[in-house]
């Protein structure tokens, strides 16, 4: 048995992955695989949450993200890859947690609060939204994993987690589930091809599966120094996006291609060119993994019986805790 701590995250699956995904959180899942044993989870409950008037791609954009996952380096040979929905132990913890947890703890979680009043066009005043954070404590305890890795956003959600664990210690007096540290991602910072933080509600982002004309349309599209109007302008590569880029994707060629924008020997336009040009080479093996041989049922069927395993074990001590029965086992 594994000696190495233990990570679990997750993404939700409601939209294709972007560039913004790789250079963080992608990245950092692929690193932390040589240190962790890791267990990488689809939401695909906690999308139905948010999406569930529409929740027609869910599945589709389940098996494309996996497969993007894997092109980046996450090695389904090394770390657990699996489906919530597969693993129905989630909802069972879950009921566990939302019967111990206050509605106060949950009501106060600033996303939710935000997200309620932001987002526009549906209707997420529901039971099962309030509930969010309660279903994600539950994706991290069922595992018993030491450290989630998660951008700045997701604080507030870890902190429950963590006050769960100990609320859950002090009434049954029981030593089940690590504090599990928060691994903060630190924030790329890549933006958007207007200059927002890319994101999909903004509609400002290069996806890891666009095809090259995309990518082509939408580096023309980006928005440079605001400064520089004339090619003849001197150009300020420190506050320009595009400049960014090519710190981001090509850093040997940082140097050469700010240098020339500072002095008027590179105009936009080119700058642009030439970076669809490398963006095209970074998201080439994204394309290439829709077309290879990639059996995607076949890493979602061996990460469910791996991670079904730890569940189960998790919810036999769990039930022992609460005073449950074990449950008596139908063939
Ligand atoms: N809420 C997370 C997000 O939107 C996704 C998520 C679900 C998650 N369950 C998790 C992340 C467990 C870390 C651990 O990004």
Redesign the pocket.
Known sequence: MSQRQRI?????PTGPLHLGHLVGALKNWVDLQERYECFF?V?DW?ALMSDYESPQEIAQRSRQMVLDWIAAGVDPNRSVIFRQSDVREHLELYAVLSIITPLGWVERIPTYKEQLREVAGRDLATYGFLGYPIL?AA??LLYRAHA?P?GED?KA?LELTREIVRRFKFLYKADIFPEPEILLTEEARLLGIDGRKMSKSYDNFIALSDDPEAVRKKAQKMFTDPKRIKMTDPGHPETCNVCHYWEVFAPQEKERIWAECRTSKRGCTQNKQELAEVLIKATEKFRAMRVQQVDVDDVLAWGAERAGREARETMRLVRKAVGLPEGIKTP
């Open positions: 679990l995250s997750g993404m939700r989870m939401a906690h994600q994706d991290i989630v998660v997701q959600h």
